[in-house]
């Protein structure tokens, strides 16, 4: 099966940097991305990593190690509209010829203080 | 970009009714489009997998006769929930896939719908 471990809240002030992780347990690896959502809002797209190494993005930067299954989305200098859920994703494995969906982690909610 | 409406925002209905919930693609043809629910707190769960011009596939513990899906074109699919109870109550997001691929900004093409958010009284 495949499964996805991320911690269920992390707090963190104004100004901070805030590291969230992720490992994985997949059959297949398609990249690993990851996704905010605010209350009542859908998911957003923020980063996406198929290979190791540090994808930055504005104040969002992710890294993948694939050796470790494992990766982490990093947020700097944060501000208050950041306090959101954040999940990781990967793609489930095709078959059937059928493109493959999205399975999520249970998500981190982030709560950013003054 | 990559846009995906979905219809109605918020529902409610009473309990007994059916729900009729809409995912268009606006400016991409998605061949695949996948339905999840979020329950308060918690994950987004696939519910079910669409193909245009085909049945489509539920993951299991999903009623296919409570949760009726039509994707009869290549911008629109749509989820109706039959006989809604309370507990059927949740939010409901859909997603498309760019047959195209996508690009990486948005994961290769894995679009989300805004989301319904579905109260059954």
């Known amino acids: 099966g495949q499964s996805l471990e991320q911690p269920s809240e992390v707090t963190a002030v104004e100004g901070a940097i805030v590291q969230i992780n992720c490992t994985y347990q997949?059959?297949?690896?398609?990249?690993l991305s990851w996704y905010q959502q605010h209350d009542g809002g859908a998911p957003t797209f923020l980063s996406y990593?198929?290979?190791?190494g540090l994808e930055e993005t504005g104040r969002f930067s992710s890294f993948l190690s694939r050796s470790d299954s494992y990766g982490y989305l990093l947020l700097q200098e944060l501000q208050m509209k950041d306090s959101a859920s954040y999940f990781c994703?990967?793609?489930?494995?095709?078959?059937?010829?059928?493109?493959?969906?999205?399975?999520f982690g249970k998500g981190t909610k982030l709560s950013v203080k003054p | 970009g990559a846009v995906v409406s979905q219809h109605p925002s918020w529902v409610i209905c009473k309990s007994g009714t059916s729900v009729k919930i809409e995912c268009r693609s606006l400016?991409?043809?998605?061949?695949?489009m996948f339905w999840y629910r979020q329950f308060p707190k918690q994950s987004l769960m696939l519910m079910a997998t669409?193909?245009?011009?085909?049945?489509?596939?539920?993951e299991q513990g999903v009623e296919k006769d409570k949760f009726l899906i039509n994707h009869a074109s290549l911008t629109l699919s749509t989820l109706t929930v039959t006989s809604a109870h309370p507990e059927d109550s949740s939010f409901y997001i859909c997603?498309?896939?760019?047959?195209?691929?996508?690009?990486?900004?948005?994961?290769?093409?894995?679009?989300f719908g805004s989301g319904t958010r579905l109260t059954v009284v």
């Open positions: 997603s498309a896939r760019d047959t195209a691929g996508g690009t990486k900004e948005t994961f290769y093409g894995y679009t």
């Open positions: 997949t059959s297949g690896f398609y990249g």
């Open positions: 990593n198929a290979l190791d």
């Open positions: 994703a990967v793609r489930a494995r095709n078959y059937g010829g059928s493109q493959g969906n999205l399975i």
């Open positions: 400016d991409f043809q998605a061949t695949t």
């Open positions: 669409s193909n245009e011009g085909s049945k489509a596939t539920y």
